[in-house]
Structure formats: structure tokens, C-alpha cells
């Protein structure tokens, strides 16, 4: 049995590990057109930040590792050009003698990755203008900024984006982040998206969202002069293009493999392509979500690293209906850190389910991470979509300081599960107060959009609320914090009468909701949900706003 694996990094390496701990005797070739066959791509941003302070760290499995304790034949500077699938062999350039080759394989594993996409402006090539995807892209950033660069522009509000404005500032440069969509984070729903902006402007982040650049120059003087579609100009001394990634599918392409209609390669549960005995892992291929069975590529390494697993079992044999030979699906769980904010994902997105036309509720929530009188409490914001008919768990986003990645984790298995928001409500996590609440984050939105379910807690969210407001229909509405938060900020047109006095002001109440619902609201939630109950039980059709003004202010 002789397998070749294109490609190292998350889903090859994993592959070829695998591969060797099932099969002993295997002849198992691994292919890397780069110097580096294993290293953490992700933490790349953190040693340009000088937090990560050796490079050798980023080394994740070094070459001569791979060779002695897993006996693979491991090189390096060794790019496939093509694939010959009738002959079943791979033509490979040896890039550092120059000469090129075939290897033939039995089964063959592709693990090309993705490639940073480009602008498509004039001046992308300039020396100052970098990607970071490899040690390489990393080690010509870090001699940009030991020359002394002082002025950075950050192009892309992604992930990579963020972390890297949020390295350069670490580094003490001023930074500009250009992003062309109206938000950063655009995988995050707005609410939950514009805590991460607020962070970054508080850090010094220039943010300029709704921009397009057109041109980067090189000036006479030295700077670089990045041009931006509505005349706005701005001079950097390094930019760093970060809008995304494309599934690098050309040998697949020049194969006749089936690709997807995202470009990814196509492949079914075994990780197995349109070739029976060519497989393809990583954020080259194309996978179904487990919310939506939607296909599309999710350049992640963790589902690399269990693709790698994946293919390697079923090449190596395995049986096809063995749990540990096929690939569930993608969440596409996410997360980053953004200075002192933390926001993620995991599942679907409201705007992803809008696209699809998938009917979803939304619960929101605004507590504190661990029990408010422990010293320390840190907020958050937890948000859930969820099935209106059966209440499965759809998807789940947060953003917050200490304890974010905490909730999605669990949020994440019981999207796996296909778990309910009832089921939220009985979740038992570990509680004492320094590390969670009685009622902890997930019970909370699970006992908000359980209600709503039920009937016993009628919502509205502040982006339909904002809609009503901006077509000129507005609700009738009651703020029922106290009069000093109703100073400080409301709703145009909100009543205010605290949630304590209501029963005694229910006349009151019943003459502003008229013949129509009343909206009623207070800083996140909770009084606004009592109001509700108490309105309800005196006849009166009222709707809490799901997470009060704070949902509000960011809608």
C-alpha cells in the first residue's frame, strides 16, 4: 500500500500520522511545495505580536520527527505540478535541484490549502504590500517592522484582519483597518460585531468600514500611498491584505475532479472526491454545514485536522460505517480575540439563515460570566437561533471579556447534538462563583427562548423594532428602567414608567398600549420580561424587547 499526501500543515500532517498509526507497513510519501511541512499557521499573527517569542514554537511536528517516529517520507520544496489519475501517479518538482519527477501512489490525499485572496488594484505586488499564510510570509513582515515601519494599513475586517491590527498596535504602530463591508466580523451578525469595533476604535484602531481600495502607490518619499474609491488616501509603512482566502483546487481542476459550487473540491463522508481513490481534506474542499446541509468551504483548522482523519482511515481501509471513517459536517465554530474582547461563532448566522430563507427565532442575552458578587464579573453577550417549530439549536454567536469561548464550547456540542433550547434550560455546567452563576449564560438564553416558545414571553428584536422605526410605524413603548437610565438614553418616543411602580400605574400602561402591542424594554432584559409577565396577567398585549437597550444601541 503506497499512499502520497499533497500537502502538509493541519490536514495533511494529520492524515499522514494517522495514516502510519492504523498501517505500519505502509509506504507513505508527503508532499509540501514549502520549506516547513507542519507548523501553526494560526498562531502566526501572535509571533508577529512577539507574544509567541521563538519561531521555532510555531514548528508544530519538526521534519526529522515525522521521518524517524512516524517512518513517513517527508519532503519538503517538493510542489505537485499535476495529477496523472489514469497512470495514478503525481508529477512533482523538486524545487530545490530544479528537477521534476513522477510518484506513483495507490491512494492519494490532497491537502492544498488556500491561498490568500487578492485585491485585483494596481501596487498589490509592491514590497510592502504582504499576505501571511506560512513562516515565510511571517519572517518578510517582521524584517518590515524591525526596519522600522511606524504606520500600518490593515486591508480586511475578518479574522486575520483583526488579529493582525491588533499585533501591529501591540507593536506600538498607529494602524488603519479598511474593510469594504458596512461591519467588521462579517461572519458575526451586527449586534454582536459592533462591541469588537467599539474595542478597537477605544485601542486607537483607525476603522473605516463601507470603503473599497482602489490603488496602492509607492511614493518617491518612501510611504506607501493606499488609494480608496471615494478619493480618501491614507500612507502606511507596511500593508498587510487580509479579505479572505480561495480554495487553491487547480490540480483538482486539471484533473477533472468535481468541484463545488463555491470552488471547493467536492466530497462525500469519507472525504473521498469524484476518484475513488483520490481523497482531499482541508480548506481546499467543500463540506455540508450540520445546520443548514449547505455545501461550502470553511477554512478552519480544526475540521482540517478531522478531515486528515478521516481520509486516512477510509484510504487505509477502514470500514465505511465505522463512526470514526466519516465526516459529520462543518459548524463553522470560530472564534478571536480582539484586545479585551472576545467574540465567536458557532453554526449558523442569522444573516446566513435570512439568505436561505430558513425559518429562525433569536434569543438574547446580557450577563455576567460568573456570579455578580464574585469580584471579577465580566459581561458578555449570548445570542441564539433557533427551529420556531421544534426549538433545535440553529446557531449561537457572543462577544464579551472572560468566559465567551466557555458558553460557545458548550453551545457548539449541542449544535452536534441537535440539541434544544429546552434542553439549554437543563443543562447542569460547573458552578461556584468565580467560575459561573447558579443560572449560567446557556440556561439563560435557554430559559429566554423557551419562553418565547412557550408563549410566555412574546419578544421583539431591536432590528425589527429599528424597521418599525424607520418606516414610520412605531409601537407604542414603555421603558420600565428607572427614571435616571431613561435620562441617560431611550428609545424616541418611549414612556417611562419603572417596573416597581407598574402595577400601581397599570391604568396608565393599558391607555399607552392602546388597541396595538406595547414594546417594553429596560437595560437587558430581565425587568423588561417581569413587565411583560405582569402586562400580560392584567390583559394588556405587550412584547419585551430581546436584550433590552443594549441590544438596542447596537442595532
Not at 77 to 83: C, T, W
Not at 244 to 268: F, K, Q, T
Request: proline share 5%; charged share 25%; with cysteine.
Amino acid at each position: 500500500m503506497k499512499l502520497v499526501i499533497v500537502g502538509g500543515v493541519a490536514g495533511g500532517a494529520s492524515a499522514a500520522a494517522r495514516a502510519r498509526r492504523l498501517d505500519e507497513k505502509a509506504e507513505i510519501v508527503l508532499l509540501e511545495r514549502g520549506p516547513d511541512v507542519s507548523f501553526a499557521n494560526c498562531g502566526l499573527p501572535y509571533y508577529l505580536a512577539g507574544e509567541i517569542t521563538e519561531r521555532s514554537k510555531l514548528l508544530v511536528t519538526p521534519l526529522e520527527r515525522l521521518r524517524k517516529r512516524y517512518r513517513l517520507d517527508a519532503r519538503p520544496l517538493s510542489e505537485v505540478a499535476s495529477l496523472d489519475l489514469a497512470a495514478k501517479e503525481v508529477v512533482v518538482r523538486d524545487l530545490a535541484r530544479g528537477t521534476e519527477y513522477r510518484e506513483r501512489f495507490d491512494k492519494l490525499i490532497l491537502s492544498p490549502g488556500a491561498a490568500p485572496r487578492l485585491p485585483g488594484v494596481p501596487g498589490q505586488e509592491l514590497p510592502g504590500v504582504h499576505t501571511l499564510r506560512n513562516l515565510q510570509d511571517a519572517d518578510h513582515i517582521m524584517a518590515r517592522l524591525k526596519a522600522g515601519a511606524r504606520r500600518a494599513l490593515v486591508m480586511g475586517g475578518g479574522f486575520i484582519g483583526l488579529e493582525m491590527a491588533e499585533c501591529l498596535k501591540h507593536r506600538g504602530l498607529a494602524v488603519t483597518l479598511v474593510e469594504r463591508n458596512t461591519q467588521v466580523l462579517m461572519a458575526l451578525d451586527p449586534e454582536i460585531a459592533r462591541p469588537v469595533a467599539d474595542e478597537l476604535a477605544s485601542q486607537g484602531v483607525e476603522i473605516l468600514t463601507g470603503r473599497k481600495v482602489t490603488a496602492i502607490r509607492q511614493r518617491d518619499d518612501g510611504p506607501i500611498l493606499v488609494e480608496m474609491e471615494d478619493g480618501d488616501r491614507r500612507d502606511a509603512d507596511i500593508v498587510i491584505m487580509g479579505i479572505g482566502v480561495a480554495p487553491e483546487n487547480d490540480l483538482a481542476r486539471g484533473a477533472g475532479l468535481a468541484l463545488g459550487a463555491s470552488g471547493g473540491i467536492r466530497v462525500d463522508a469519507h472525504m473521498r472526491t469524484s476518484h475513488p481513490d483520490v481523497y482531499a481534506v482541508g480548506d481546499a474542499v467543500e463540506t455540508p454545514s450540520v445546520v443548514t446541509g449547505n455545501h461550502a468551504v470553511v477554512a478552519l483548522g480544526g475540521p482540517a485536522n478531522r478531515q486528515g482523519r478521516v481520509a486516512a482511515s477510509h484510504a487505509m481501509g477502514r470500514a465505511d460505517n465505522l463512526l470514526d471513517n466519516r465526516y459529520r459536517g462543518s459548524q463553522g465554530t470560530a472564534i478571536v480575540r480582539v484586545f479585551g474582547k472576545t467574540a465567536g461563532i458557532t453554526g449558523a448566522s442569522e444573516r446566513m439563515l435570512r439568505r436561505l430563507n430558513t425559518p429562525h427565532l433569536t434569543a438574547t442575552v446580557h450577563p455576567a460570566h460568573h456570579a455578580g458578587y464574585y469580584p471579577g464579573a465580566e459581561g458578555m453577550t449570548l445570542k441564539v437561533l433557533f427551529d420556531p417549530a421544534t426549538g433545535r439549536l440553529l446557531g449561537a454567536q457572543a462577544v464579551g471579556g472572560a468566559g465567551v469561548d466557555k458558553r460557545l464550547d458548550v453551545l457548539a456540542m449541542a449544535i452536534q447534538g441537535g440539541m434544544t433550547v429546552y434542553d439549554l434550560e437543563e443543562a447542569e455546567l460547573c458552578y461556584a462563583p468565580p467560575y459561573g452563576s447558579a443560572k449560567d449564560p446557556v440556561n439563560m438564553a435557554g430559559f429566554v427562548a423557551a419562553g418565547l416558545l412557550r408563549g410566555d414571553h412574546p419578544q421583539i428584536t431591536a432590528a425589527d423594532l429599528k424597521r418599525r422605526l424607520d418606516a414610520g410605524d412605531p409601537p407604542p413603548l414603555l421603558d420600565v428602567r428607572t427614571p435616571a437610565e431613561h435620562a441617560r438614553g431611550t428609545v424616541p418616543g418611549a414612556v417611562n414608567i419603572e417596573v416597581d411602580a407598574l402595577r400601581e400605574r397599570i391604568a396608565e400602561a393599558r391607555s399607552l398600549a392602546g388597541g396595538g402591542p406595547l414594546v417594553v424594554y429596560c437595560q437587558v432584559g430581565m425587568r423588561g420580561y417581569l413587565a411583560t409577565r405582569i402586562l400580560l396577567q392584567h390583559g394588556i398585549e405587550a412584547r419585551n424587547l430581546s436584550g433590552g437597550y443594549t441590544s438596542w444601541t447596537r442595532a
